[in-house]
């Protein structure tokens, strides 16, 4: 009775742990993004940066990590109108980041420069611009423009979020590269009858929404006035970024604050690079 006892124990033990372990193998939850509509004591109602702008109640607790502008904060200290990135996507929020500019997730944003083996080197979307190698190995998670991928059908400038920020990486989130526009047929294409111009913006609250929060995005940069006056057109969620733009970093950083606000699958960016005299 005693021998059969401690079978069963043992085997209780061995199935904990190879749970324990399998959780543990798993990278943390992608987290949410948006606004702040409304505080209810621990409860935090959030409008969801995307193209339904859903509306989702964030329940917090006494060990929910809070920061604002980078600096250590509490629960009380949120306010509406600031904007949120909470981890993990569902249950008890572990974090909250919250900005009066749109918060980055936590990460690295950057373009693939080049591949080494399980090690990929991008270069940043920030002030530095500096590269960065990331490391990655048989247990990172890759996705390509929201789909299932694995590190070789990654490809040198595509467009990358890669979480954490340091260490291996245990999820790269890639995109393709932004088609350049065809300068040739600008006016063409503005006189066609289905040209997406800035007055065909807004048709919908939630374009109306989307639309608002890249535009806060841009101009809260330090970019040219070119940059911040490009046109965001924004139809049924998708989004479609015209105009002049300095250079091929303002390109991209105008095309990564769109695609953290609506998703890869529908931003096109079809702002184009002055040419230098």
């Not at 935090?44 to 339904?52: S, V, Y």
């Not at 006189?191 to 919908?204: L, M, N, S, Y």
């Not at 969620?237 to 529908?266: C, F, M, S, Y």
Request: glycine share 8%; net charge neutral; hydrophobic share 40%.
């Amino acid at each position: 009775m005693r021998i059969a006892s401690l079978l069963a124990v043992a085997g209780i033990l061995g199935l904990a742990s190879v749970a324990l372990a399998d959780a543990a193998s798993k990278p943390m939850r992608d987290g949410i993004g948006g606004k702040i509509v409304k505080m209810d004591g621990a409860n935090i109602t959030i409008k969801c940066h995307g193209q339904d702008g859903n509306e989702v109640v964030v329940t917090t607790d006494d060990k929910t990590v809070v920061t604002i502008e980078g600096k250590d904060a509490k629960v009380a200290d949120l306010k509406v109108d600031l904007h949120v990135w909470v981890t993990p996507k569902e249950g008890m929020a572990t974090k909250i980041v919250a900005s009066t500019k749109m918060p980055m997730p936590d990460g690295l944003h950057g373009k693939i420069v080049s591949f080494d083996g399980l090690k990929i080197t991008i270069k940043c979307h920030d002030a530095n611009a500096k590269a960065i190698e990331v490391t990655t190995d048989d247990k990172t998670i890759f996705t390509l423009d929201d789909k299932d991928a694995k590190l070789a059908d990654l490809k040198v400038d595509m467009y990358v979020h890669v979480m954490p920020k340091e260490g291996t990486a245990t999820k790269v989130v890639a995109c393709t590269k932004m088609p350049a526009p065809d300068n040739s047929g600008v006016n063409v294409r503005d006189r066609a009858p289905d040209a997406k111009t800035a007055g065909a913006a807004g048709q919908t609250k939630s374009d109306v929404q989307l639309a608002a929060d890249i535009r806060k995005g841009i101009m809260d940069t330090k970019m040219s006035m070119n940059a911040k006056n490009s046109k965001i057109v924004v139809q049924s969620g998708k989004v479609t970024l015209r105009g002049p733009v300095k250079t091929q970093e303002e390109k991209d950083a105008i095309g990564r604050i769109a695609i953290d606000v609506a998703g890869a699958a529908n931003v096109d960016n079809q702002l184009e690079v002055e040419s230098k005299p």
